[in-house]
Structures are given as structure tokens and as C-alpha cells.
């Protein structure tokens, strides 16, 4: 269940710091691009020899990602990584809808000519990405699709939905090993989604967003309805 009122742990600072941030890079990764499989049970000792660090900093990260609601805690039983579900995924699916709806037809209302450019910033940073770097290109994929919100003047809307971004994000790569998935022109999507954007026309700014994530939905809705 979405649960965007949790308050998360406090990011550790330091040399041991560094180790836990590294080690929560490292498994997010995992997990978002499916190295780690949805339900898959997490062994310390294994993660620690993966990732060649010591056995707490791979604890604290898997406390950080069930803060994220990546990982779940098994009472006694140490972690696994999220389940993932055609209702799971449907419920973030339809509030990413309203809620960045919303956003955007209040940042189109209340952006300036600063906010435009710095989308449009974002947007050529992102172009520019090698996709092969995941974690780089994720980074800038991420700035851009926020970057089309941040003028909406509301921190709390904001805040649902950078946390639906998160949720969204290992479901959109499995939406990728659909059949087809590589011939959509996800690229010229995102550049009708700014040009609308640009030009403050919110009503087709939001149907382009949302027939954007509703395509990668219908990619999903196959995966799901595929026999293992």
C-alpha cells in the first residue's frame, strides 16, 4: 500500500556513511532493473560478498530501501525484495495520473520563463545521457519528469509525487522485456510532452504525460498476463 506519510530513516553521515550510500546504490540499482527479482529473499552474507562491504552497511541500506518501499522486512526472517502486482502497479499507476495532472496544470499556470528553460535543460541533459550508464540516465530521467512539476508551488504534491516516480520505476523495466517495447519512440514522446509544455497547453501537456505512462502500462499489462 502507498504510504507517502512515512517518515524515512535518517541517511547515515561519515566514513560509514559512504559505505551504506554506496551499498543502497548498488541494491536500488539491483532491484529497479531486475538483477534482484520482485519477492526474492535478501541474504546479508550473500549482499555483503556481492558488493564487497561489510555486513552493516548492507543492513542499514536494506532499511533504507524498505523505507522506500523497494524492500519488505520479514519479522525474524531478514528481507526480501517488494512483490510486485498487476494491482500494486494499477494503484500507482492511476494516482500518478491524478496527482501529476494536477501538478502540471499548476505548473504550467504559475511557471516562469526560468522554469521553462530549466526544463528544457533537463530535457537535453537527458537526451544527451548514454542510456547504457542506468544510473546516470535514471538520475536525468528522473530530473526531467520532476523538473515538469516543479512549478506547481505545492512541496507536499511534490513530495507523493517524486515517491510514485520511485514506485514506478522497476515496473517500467519490466514493462521493457514486453514483446515490442524497443519499437516505441519513447524519445519523441518525452519531446511532444515538452513542446505542449512550452507552449502552455495544459490539456494536451497532460494528455501526452499520461498516454506517455498509459503506454507503458499497456507493455506491463502483457508481462503480467504472460505464463511463466
Known sequence: MFNPVE?????PT???GSATQQAYAALRRMI???ELS?????????????LDTGASPVREALSLL?????????????????SASRGNFEEILML????????????????????????????????????????????????????????????IL????NQLYDLNVRYRYLAGRASGYQKRDVSNEHADILA???????????????SHYRQTGDFLTAQFDTPE
Not at 517518515?7 to 541517511?11: A, D, L
Not at 523497494?70 to 525474524?76: A, G, K, T, Y
Not at 511534490?158 to 509525487?161: A, I, T
Open 66 to 82: 524498505v523505507s522506500d518501499q523497494l524492500v519488505e522486512r520479514l519479522d525474524q526472517r531478514g528481507f526480501r525484495t517488494a
Open 7 to 11: 517518515t524515512p530513516p535518517v541517511r
Open 32 to 34: 529497479v532493473v531486475g
Open 38 to 50: 520482485p519477492g526474492e529473499k535478501l541474504k546479508i552474507d550473500t549482499l555483503r560478498k556481492t
Open 96 to 155: 500518478r495520473c491524478h496527482l501529476e495532472e494536477m501538478a502540471l496544470r499548476r505548473g504550467i499556470t504559475y511557471g516562469n520563463q526560468t522554469w521553462e528553460e530549466s526544463l528544457v535543460l533537463a530535457h537535453h541533459r537527458m537526451v544527451r545521457q548514454d542510456r547504457d550508464d542506468v544510473e546516470a540516465f535514471e538520475e536525468r530521467h528522473k530530473a526531467f519528469h520532476m523538473a515538469l512539476l516543479s512549478a506547481c508551488d505545492s512541496p
Open 196 to 210: 505542449a509544455t512550452v507552449e502552455r497547453n495544459a490539456d494536451l501537456a497532460v494528455e501526452r504525460l499520461i
Open 158 to 161: 511534490l513530495r507523493f509525487c
Open 14 to 16: 561519515g566514513e560509514t
